[in-house]
């Protein structure tokens, strides 16, 4: 049986990424901040797949101790690792900071999923078809990345939520080519899921015009579940473990961003990560 862990698997997409997978025969365990939410969607998900092949850990994203003793139990508790799947994220238009002092944007969409895969690494390079996929976002075409701005060096009256956005998915995108390049045996991969009407931007104290905006928006985007096909797609297709560090949308490999194919850029960028992270 393949173990899969899903950050963020409480709602949204990887909600729907979870009960997709438990339905096609992978052990999943969703990685959440909240442990009643989790209880919730475990319920839910053994309720709609009629399996008990789901469980949870807490994991806050935003929390470098609560990631490593979110590491920790997975290992005593689960052991196996064959799909990682780092799907949880976030928007925000206001300045704010995760426990160890970064940007909440770059430090839980691209820094924390950072540290989870690096502490789970060996554990996936144990599997015969380890499978990293990472949620990123066409936002990233409108990425760059201002290394002077992780620990919000740019000032809250400079901030704009949707530049610190795009920059962590930039952020996911290189992240994946990097790792393809340090671990050619693990299949990584990074997407876009769609424009997909999840809570997104009602979380971390968005501003009533950002939330009314999503809202007015939120009838014309996609459901969860066609949200979930290309990540469902990516851990399970045996032709995508023919190539590594793409980027697709719509179950199909595209071009990324040409920042995103910027080797020298996701190096530096790797090994800003890494003194970050340590």
Known sequence: MKY????????????????ALVQKGHNVIIACRSEEKAQQAVADIKTTTNKDAIDYLICDLSS???????????RQQVGQL????NNAGLI???????????????????????LLTQQLMDVLQQAPEARIINISSAAH?????????????????????????????LANVLFTKELAKRYPSVCSHSLHPGVVGTA?????????WWTKIWKFLKPLML?????AKTSVYLATSPAVLETNGKYF???????????????????????VSEALTS
């Open 4 to 19: 899969t862990l899903v950050t963020g698997g409480n709602a949204g997409i990887g909600k729907a990424t979870a009960t």
């Open 64 to 74: 470098f101790a609560s990631i490593r003793e979110c590491v920790a139990a997975y």
């Open 82 to 85: 064959d799909v990682l799947i």
């Open 92 to 114: 925000t238009d206001q300045l704010q900071f995760t426990e160890d002092g970064l940007e909440m944007q770059i430090g839980v969409n691209h820094f924390g999923h950072f």
């Open 141 to 169: 075409y409108n990425g760059k990345i201002n290394f002077d701005s992780f620990k919000g060096e740019i000032g809250a009256d400079k901030y704009s939520g949707f530049v610190a956005y795009a920059q962590s998915k």
């Open 200 to 208: 997104l931007a009602n979380k971390h104290g968005n501003t009533k």
């Open 223 to 227: 459901s969860t579940a066609s949200g």
């Open 249 to 271: 949308d719509k179950q199909k490999e595209k071009k990324a961003a040409p920042l995103a194919n910027d080797a020298a850029l996701a190096q530096r960028f790797w090994e």
